[in-house]
């Protein structure tokens, strides 16, 4: 066993092993997010910066595929770190987990490159399977979708290989369903129609119920596993508000997709179901954390890791103010007329992604270095906690600046743009220019500035944490909260 607060993988089981991987190349294309994010904004407000070296739809294509890939790697790599914990059996293909890894890893790498080495060329068919296929959120090129199906394929057979030798807990069958709809979801936008309308509805499936009916689900379980580990919730507390956000997800989300079915061609009749069940998704993750501070409080509100304990309360209301308040506020169509491809929407975007995601995966970076460093001491009085609370401002504070400076311009756009305006060329150019717009793109930028410095301060904990700490960390068993529910 290693020194306590020395990074040493003796500390972890295999399945925390390969965790780790995923974890550090997770965080390099957290980076590469903020880094052309960035890039981007200068765009917005100087079109002329990197005019022939850096398209502007090929960076903003690169900041949006970076989110989605390095959310994608947190959350496999935060599912083999409980996997064993909750299982309670070693990962079952473990050495086939990890090629998967390296594969995975080496074809984001490659797409990547693409996408910065080839930005203009014709649209061929070659170029769908090679290149770019041209769709929006989802332009990875077609070989790399069937390798994300493939991958995330090998990975649930460790995952369901591992539970089916051990045992199979309330977190472990959620988690189960879940991945089957996380590889099958991914397919519905794997192919093309003539219709434009029916290619769209398809084409939301990913954009859509893949992100918010599959990450919402299994944030549910992380955040379960996590509650558990930091605070000692009793399991039955936690697996109840999972088993209900399934059954929210089932009734409410899959039919909250058809707010984007509004202006597509599809019937009239997904204006009401579309904006009736738009914003139920996120609340029993809220009432998971509720619940589980007020049964905490009967022992004192004891947290073995303060930090990854901040992430997850951050992650219930960052959802449910993001996806939930943020998405309902331009989604019923008598308001989404109006604010529909706007920046209100990206407003809404930024967020709720941060909000429902990125502050779960955080949260996990956290209890993996603790039992890094040999189950360190990371609860009051953490030497150099300043850091982690820091960041955890900073970032806050940067995505907050961003989504009301995109919420201000997307609402000078619904109003000049599109009620005066009447949504024509015109319209859109005088609303570009307008200095509401133009200020709230200043002011994106500053937040996106604000991110950036968070987000390097991010980095700097999570390679000292822990460091410089000589005590051990304290166990909270969910025995210790016996009282009522």
């Given amino acids: 066993m290693a020194a306590l607060g020395v990074l040493d ?5 295999g399945g925390q092993k390969l965790a ?9 294309l957290f980076g590469a997010q903020v880094l052309f ?12 910066f990197l005019f022939g070296i850096l398209d502007f739809s090929v960076n903003r294509m690169v900041h949006v595929n970076a989110m989605v890939v390095w959310l994608l790697f947190g959350f496999i790599g935060s599912v083999y770190w409980l996997l064993e914990d909750e299982s309670g059996v070693p990962v079952v ?15 984001v790498v490659v797409v990547v490159l693409v996408y910065l080495l080839v930005q203009v060329g014709p649209g061929e068919k070659s170029s769908i399977w090679l290149i770019n296929e041209g769709r929006e959120y989802i332009e990875a090129p077609r070989w790399a979708d069937i390798g994300i199906v493939v991958c995330v394929l090998g990975f649930f057979y460790n995952v369901a290989a591992t539970f089916m030798k051990g045992k199979i807990t309330g977190i472990g069958g959620v988690l189960l369903f879940d991945l089957i709809a996380l590889a099958g979801l991914y397919l519905a936008g794997m192919w093309f129609t003539p219709n ?6 398809w084409w939301w499936w990913v954009i859509h119920l893949w992100v918010e009916a599959t990450w919402e689900v299994l944030v ?33 989300g899959i039919l909250g997709l058809g707010h984007h079915y509004f202006w597509i061609g599809t019937p009239e009749y997904w204006f009401t179901i579309g904006g009736f069940f738009s914003a139920l998704e996120p609340i029993p993750l809220v009432a998971m954390v509720v619940h589980a501070l007020f049964d905490a409080g009967h022992h004192k509100l004891k947290s073995n890791n303060n930090p990854a304990l901040g992430w997850i309360i951050g992650q219930a209301f960052g959802n449910f103010f993001g996806a939930g308040v943020w998405g309902f506020m331009h989604t019923l169509p008598q308001i989404n007329l109006y604010t529909h491809g706007t ?39 953490l030497v150099g906690a300043w850091k982690w609370k820091w960041a955890m401002f900073l970032l806050w504070a940067g995505m907050i600046t961003m989504t009301m400076a995109l919420l201000i311009a997307g609402y000078e756009q619904s109003q000049i743009e599109r009620a005066i305006g009447g949504s024509d060329w015109m319209a859109y150019f005088a609303a570009q220019a307008h200095r509401w717009f133009t200020q709230a793109m200043v002011w994106r930028q500053v937040g996106g500035w604000m991110f950036a410095l968070g987000f390097v301060l991010l980095v700097w904990d999570l390679m000292t944490i822990g460091k410089r700490e000589t005590r051990s960390t304290y ?11």
């Fill in 93 to 107: 293909g473990l050495g086939f987990g990890n090629l998967i890894f390296w594969i995975f890893t080496l074809a």
């Fill in 475 to 485: 166990v909270i068993e969910p025995e210790m909260a016996k009282a009522a529910v």
């Fill in 20 to 28: 780790v991987k995923y974890f550090a190349v997770s965080v390099a």
């Fill in 343 to 381: 920046q209100w929407t990206a407003s809404h975007g930024h967020l709720a992604f941060f909000g429902a995601y990125v502050t779960m995966v955080i949260a996990f970076f956290y209890i993996a270095v603790q039992k890094w460093r040999g189950n360190v001491w990371m609860s009051g009085n």
């Fill in 196 to 201: 434009i309308s029916m290619d769209q509805h």
């Fill in 37 to 48: 994010g960035l890039l981007a904004g200068l765009q917005y407000l100087n079109p002329e």
């Fill in 220 to 252: 549910g379980c992380l955040m379960a596993y996590g509650l558990i580990k930091t605070m000692g919730v009793r399991r039955k507390i936690v697996e109840t508000w999972l088993y209900i956000e399934v059954a929210l997800m089932f009734g409410s």
């Fill in 9 to 13: 993988s003796a500390n972890l089981n």
